[in-house]
């Protein structure tokens, strides 16, 4: 059973940055797509960025050239580095591990951007 716990979320100011990390247990973290997503209120949970298990990433039109998804094999872990943050970005950022059919989620980390 994949856990997965997200922490870096908080308060930013437009313009500013956030790095969220993402913790990985419970199986074999480099054979997973590891991915984040948002959802904020009102809206439907959309992708943000994903990565797969050689390092090819894939980012959202809304956040190219602003954010970067890394991953650390090593600490089971995969980053948002988030720059440039805007207003709109505000959301609840979530963690997904993906693997074939299978799928599990994160809590989810609360990013807010306002002044």
């Known amino acids: 059973q994949v856990q997965l716990v997200e922490s870096g979320g908080g308060l930013v100011q437009p313009g500013g940055s956030l790095r969220l990390s993402c913790v990985f247990s419970g199986s074999i973290f480099r054979i997973y797509i590891m991915g984040w997503y948002r959802q904020a209120p009102g809206n439907e949970r959309e992708l943000v960025a994903t990565i797969t298990s050689d390092g090819s990433t894939n980012y959202a039109d809304s956040v190219k050239g602003r954010f970067t998804i890394s991953r650390d094999n090593a600490k089971k872990t995969v980053y948002l580095q988030m720059n440039s943050l805007k207003p709109e970005d505000t959301a609840v950022y979530y963690c997904?591990?993906?693997?074939?059919?299978?799928?599990?989620w994160g809590q989810g980390t609360q990013v807010t951007v306002s002044s």
């Open positions: 997904n591990a993906a693997l074939g059919g299978y799928r599990s």
